[in-house]
């Protein structure tokens, strides 16, 4: 079963309750509090992986939840963190959150269009500190603490998108699943009826010189698809990432059906399910030349092809004519065309750990300055002291120097040299 959409709840680890406690041991009166924090709760992750090519597991398994954290202990001992949760999903999912905006039911939290990619969606709670950290001076024996913070709850959307480079579309039983059958080692499902492909179908076609690019092919549009007839545009997102579009037109008369007529429809009913999705570079193929039994339909279509501005081409799924030529302007197509630009996040999501050394970074170039103006204050005050080491000399050769050089001069007498004793 594919599946390219699905609604998760995840909820992350609450973190651990601090501990109440005082030393109690043998000749050791008044120990003081003793009650240690509680552990960080666990965080939820998604991360993109490659081995993951589909959302079924997701749709059978819609809750998911990290290990909530440890309570303090006494003698000062802080509870285990809990474990993080990571969530492996296909390349090229996308993250939606739920909001309570009626008008914006979801908010796009992350686009994991690479390998390894991961993204924080739920954070943990934080530990509660307990009775030791608020032991002061004036409170000796404190007994207040603090409750673990809860972890975040989310309903999630993950939603699908092929990363292929080139496109597929045309009415049902256009000879698109042929044709990538025919030009890369995917092997779809095959017959001589409409809507026999039924989920997206995803090949690599390699041509010479080490050059090679995705293909995706989505099952077939009607007239009204963007009204839900037919299988609609249920899948048509995964297209919205590629960079080329190739449209397969039936040139045979066995559909009863004009050929220019069919390329306009399909035009339009990618206008209406996306803008952006109709203005990207496309090409035109006459399917099925081998059972071509009207010339006059192929002339129509090649005209129409012109006046849109469109390359076009004339080819056989089934015996291969004039797949090379198509391949090679595909080729050329996907080199002159801009790369698809990247949805926008609306809020970076940065992991617990890194958030912390975030904040701990500051801090520490600050220590470093201070410590640099101490450095620097001691050397001056030497400096100032008369402490002046000539060239080519330690400090330690010069300060033996001066305390030989007093007490000569003490002494009211020479110091005689190595020949004149």
């Known amino acids: 079963m594919f599946v390219d959409e699905v609604d998760i709840h995840v909820v992350a680890g609450d973190g651990g309750n601090g501990c109440l406690a005082f030393r109690r041991e043998k000749f050791v009166p008044r120990g003081g509090p003793s009650g240690g924090d509680g552990g960080h709760g666990g965080s939820i992750f998604i991360v993109a992986s490659p081995h993951t090519n589909t959302l079924i597991n997701f749709r059978f398994h819609p809750e998911f939840s990290a290990a909530r954290g440890q309570h303090g202990m006494g003698s000062n001992r802080t509870g285990f963190t809990g474990s993080d949760l990571e969530l492996a999903v296909p390349i090229g999912t996308l993250v939606h959150e739920r909001t309570d905006d009626p008008d914006h039911p979801w908010r796009l939290c992350a686009d994991l269009a690479r390998p390894g990619q991961r993204v924080l969606v739920a954070r943990g709670g934080r530990g509660g500190r307990g009775n030791a950290r608020f032991a002061s ?81 989505v099952p077939g549009l009607i007239e009204g698809a963007h009204r839900g007839l037919g299988l609609g545009h249920q899948f048509l997102r995964h297209l919205e990432r590629t960079k080329v579009l190739v449209h397969l037109v039936d040139i045979s008369s066995a559909t009863g059906r004009d050929p220019v007529t069919d390329l306009d ?22 399917n099925k030349m081998d059972a071509v039994d009207d010339e006059s339909r192929v002339r129509a279509l090649e005209q129409r092809a012109s006046d ?97 050089d007093g007490r000569a001069a003490a002494t009211g007498r020479k110091r005689p040299g190595r020949g004149e004793q």
């Open 137 to 217: 001076s004036t409170n000796r024996a404190p007994r207040r603490t603090e409750p673990g913070g809860p972890g975040e709850e989310k309903v999630l959307r993950l939603e699908m998108k092929m990363l292929a480079d080139v496109g597929l579309v045309g009415f049902p039983n256009a000879g698109k699943s042929t044709l990538i059958s025919r030009i890369s080692a995917a092997r779809p499902k095959i017959a001589d009826y409409p809507f026999t492909t039924l989920t997206p179908n995803l090949g690599v076609v390699r041509l010479s010189g080490d050059r090679s690019f995705a293909v995706a092919d």
């Open 265 to 286: 429809t399909v035009r339009q009913e990618l206008d209406l399910f996306q803008p952006a999705l109709a203005a990207k570079p496309q090409i035109v193929t006459a």
């Open 308 to 404: 849109l501005g469109l390359p076009f081409f004339r080819i056989s799924g089934a015996s291969g004519e004039g797949l090379g030529p198509l391949l090679e302007a595909t080729w050329q197509r996907l080199a002159e065309a801009a790369p698809p630009p990247e949805p926008q996040v609306e809020e970076e999501v940065v992991p617990l750990n890194d958030a912390r050394a975030r904040a701990r970074a500051p801090q520490k170039e600050a220590r470093g300055r201070a410590g640099e103006r101490r450095r620097r204050g001691r050397l001056g005050s030497g400096r100032l002291a008369g402490d002046a080491t000539p060239p080519g000399q330690s400090s330690g050769q010069g300060a033996t120097a001066r305390v030989k």
